[in-house]
């Protein structure tokens, strides 16, 4: 039987109710999520914190449209996409969410320019490649190979590619994780003028405490689920975390 839509607040995103993730069956089944509720908002940055295997990376392909929960619903501004089909999830990917991983997936062959174009040849409403790039501060390095980049300005390049197609959510896994502290602090600044310049709403995972600062709210993920919420009254900015 068909779920009608849960009741979503007006002004959330992202919405997920009841979200559960089980892989295998029988005495092997894995509970990566056990019936998690959460609310995006729109131009909010979120931390999801929480050790490895907490849920969060789970989570997060799921919001994205990448994988399906076993049970639950995820609503994009009020809509069910979690029994979509794939040319809805499809669809739903390529024009409204953009990706951040803690590995940068670019094409070696091609310049920081000619990365992020990729995907303004796809998008619906893209802005031009140098205008994503200046926006991370990388309007300098256009013409650059990413052999030639350090890894946080490949990352930065990553983020470009990620919100040139102007996506109504930004979801970063682990975006610092193969950096370090100096050069992490970067690539936070880039998310953080991301969301502050463009209102995108930005759900950023990481295990580090200290990066919680710089979000609006922070939720805490332990065994699948979410146990805990708490709200910052000020944004720190990422110069200014405790790494």
Same mark, same amino acid.
């Given at each position: 039987?068909?779920?009608?839509p849960?009741?979503?607040?007006?002004g959330?995103?992202?919405? @997920?109710?009841?979200?559960?993730?089980?892989?295998?069956?029988?005495?092997?089944? *894995?509970?990566?999520?056990r019936?998690?509720?959460?609310?995006?908002?729109?131009?909010?940055?979120?931390?999801?914190?929480?050790?490895?295997?907490? &849920?969060?990376?789970?989570?997060?392909?799921i919001?994205? &449209?990448?994988?399906?929960?076993?049970?639950?619903?995820?609503?994009f501004?009020?809509?069910?996409?979690?029994?979509?089909?794939?040319? /809805?999830?499809?669809?739903?990917?390529?024009?409204?969410v953009?990706?951040?991983?803690?590995?940068?997936?670019?094409?070696?062959?091609? /310049?920081?320019?000619e990365?992020v174009a990729? *995907?303004?040849e796809? %998008?619906?409403?893209?802005?031009?490649?140098?205008?994503?790039l200046?926006?991370?501060g990388?309007?300098q390095?256009?013409?650059?190979?990413?052999?030639?980049?350090?890894?946080?300005?490949?990352?930065?390049?990553?983020? %470009?590619?990620?919100?040139?197609?102007?996506?109504?959510v930004?979801?970063?896994?682990?975006?610092t994780?193969?950096?370090?502290s100096?050069?992490?602090?970067l690539?936070?600044?880039?998310?953080?003028? *991301?969301?502050?310049?463009?209102?995108?709403? /930005?759900?950023?995972i /990481?295990?580090?405490?200290?990066?919680?600062a710089m %979000?609006?709210?922070?939720?805490?993920f @332990?065994? &699948? @689920?979410?146990?805990?919420?708490e709200?910052?009254?000020?944004?720190?900015?990422?110069?200014?975390l405790?790494?």
């Open positions: 039987m068909k779920l009608s849960p009741h979503v607040p007006q959330v995103t992202l919405a @997920a109710r009841g979200l559960t993730k089980t892989y295998g069956s029988g005495s092997t089944a *894995v509970q990566a999520l019936g998690v509720d959460l609310d995006l908002g729109r131009g909010e940055l979120i931390a999801l914190l929480g050790p490895s295997g907490s &849920g969060k990376s789970t989570l997060l392909n919001l994205g &449209g990448l994988d399906r929960p076993t049970a639950g619903q995820v609503l501004q009020g809509e069910d996409i979690s029994a979509a089909g794939e040319r /809805t999830l499809t669809r739903y990917r390529r024009d409204h953009g990706f951040v991983f803690q590995f940068y997936n670019l094409i070696p062959s091609l /310049t920081a320019r990365n990729l *995907v303004c796809v %998008a619906s409403r893209p802005m031009r490649p140098e205008e994503a200046d926006l991370v990388l309007g390095r256009l013409d650059h190979f990413p052999a030639q980049l350090s890894g946080g300005e490949q990352q930065r390049v990553a983020i %470009a590619r990620a919100i040139a197609k102007r996506p109504d930004l979801l970063c896994d682990e975006p994780g193969a950096l370090d100096a050069t992490g602090i690539v936070l600044q880039a998310i953080a003028q *991301v969301n502050e310049t463009l209102g995108t709403t /930005t759900a950023l /990481t295990h580090n405490a200290g990066m919680a %979000a609006d709210r922070v939720l805490r @332990a065994d &699948g @689920a979410l146990v805990g919420a709200t910052n009254p000020h944004r720190k900015p990422p110069a200014d405790e790494w």
